[in-house]
């Protein structure tokens, strides 16, 4: 199923704050010799001797050719393989338990409370919107945009979504990611390191009594769109995926609109042609720099990152929504990179509702909103509830 809408809806603009938020890589052939006859000496005249019979000099063996067995060469696996959508797939990404850390906010409807998870070694930071009552509780996570990480904290652009769905019956969780908020700093390439935080907070999830860890939702705006996009290709463990306003789906795209990222050591602000989204710490090693700016610039190695090139693997629908006023500015996202998902998706026989909001830009604001997150809520209760019910 394909379905476009285009919706006429109010400018969009800034929303407010909660006030609880806190900063957080043919033998030789030896020829037979020739046979040498030996010619005995004539015997002196004034010598009576028997009459000498000469011996034929002994030959040397003939030398055989011997074949030799020649291996097959193995492929060499890139530097960077396992950044690939296939090397992440070769990943077990178990997660760890989820730790409640600070009790934010109780209300009647869901407890907010700050949490911390592991992964890939490092502790991950975040909050969780817990509903009142036993559950168990499908679960929502949502993903976060780009933020410069000085202005961000922990449920930046997520907090308000994070309410409605809470109080509607989801258990609710958005990760900060590494090197964001309070959480520890650590490698990202081609923004895998972002997806293996995702990937290990979907398998720590069983670690919430009240939570259904067979029902799992994502939601993700902006580079979080992009994450998710990822995700879906590399995991089965998601059921229904909402994006909105996505990153492109061709990191190809990425790189052209935000070059390769700031790695450690190079200013932060290199013009328009940095995506601090990508983390190469102080003290990697010139072979893995090396290695990146190479792979960066290797069409043939973006298509292994990109999920858009690797749609077979989703098996769960998908919904897209955009404004058609997005990607102005440098750090939104152009409607066309929607488009392409979509008619990817579709040509590849996926279920997707792609819905484009008149005038509306990165953000939603007014009506569009409030009809965003109600398409969002009946596509999820309709694909991880009524599944629970049946």
């Known amino acids: 199923m394909f379905t476009i809408l285009l919706i006429a809806c109010q400018q969009a603009t800034e929303t407010s ?7 957080t890589a043919k033998p030789s052939v030896v020829p037979e010799l020739s046979t040498d006859t030996m010619t005995p000496s004539p015997i002196p005249p004034t010598v009576a001797a028997a009459t000498s019979t000469p011996t034929a000099t002994p030959l040397p063996p003939t030398e055989k050719a011997v074949a030799t067995l020649v291996p097959t060469p193995v492929p060499t696996r890139h530097p960077l393989h396992e950044f690939t959508i296939e090397g992440m797939r070769e990943r077990l990404f178990a997660g760890g338990q989820i730790t409640m850390l600070t009790v934010l906010e109780e209300t009647d409807a869901y407890t907010r409370t700050y949490i911390s998870y592991p992964s890939d070694g490092l502790t991950i930071t975040g909050v969780m919107h817990l509903p009142t009552g036993e559950g168990a509780f499908p679960v929502v996570i949502l993903l976060h945009g780009y933020a410069d990480r000085d202005q961000y904290f922990a449920g930046w652009g997520t907090w308000q979504a994070a309410d409605y769905f809470a109080r509607r019956g989801y258990i609710v969780i958005a990760p900060d990611y590494r090197s964001w908020g309070e959480s520890d700093s650590g490698l990202s390439l081609f923004h895998m390191g972002l997806v293996a935080d995702v990937l290990n907070l979907i ?3 069983s670690s919430v009594p009240q939570a259904d860890s067979g029902r799992i939702g994502l939601w993700g705006h ?3 769109g992009g994450i998710a996009t990822k995700i879906l290709t590399i995991d089965e463990r998601v ?9 492109s789906g061709d990191d190809a795209d990425l790189i052209a609109r935000w070059g390769l990222g700031c790695l450690a050591g190079e200013s932060q602000n290199d013009g328009d042609h940095c995506d601090p989204a990508e983390v190469i710490p102080a003290g ?3 072979e893995l720099v090396a290695a990146y700016r190479q792979a960066g610039a290797d069409p043939f190695f973006l298509r292994e990152v990109a999920p858009l090139y690797h749609l077979d693997a989703i098996g769960v629908p998908v919904q897209i929504h955009i404004g058609s006023a997005d990607g102005g500015p440098l750090a939104a996202t152009p ?3 929607s488009d392409k998902l979509a008619n990817a998706l579709v040509k590849h026989g996926h279920e997707v509702d792609y819905f484009v909001y008149e005038g509306q830009g990165h953000f939603f604001a007014g009506e569009s909103w409030t009809m965003f997150l109600n398409r969002a809520l009946e596509f999820y209760d309709q694909e991880l509830k009524s ?3 049946e």
Do not use: F, H, Q, R
């Open 284 to 286: 990697s090693s010139p």
């Open 239 to 247: 059921k229904a995926a909402v994006l909105y306003a996505p990153n």
């Open 203 to 205: 398998g720590s999830i």
């Open 335 to 337: 409607p066309d990179w």
């Open 222 to 224: 902006s580079m979080g």
């Open 387 to 389: 599944s629970s019910e």
């Open 17 to 23: 704050l909660p006030a609880t938020a806190i900063a």
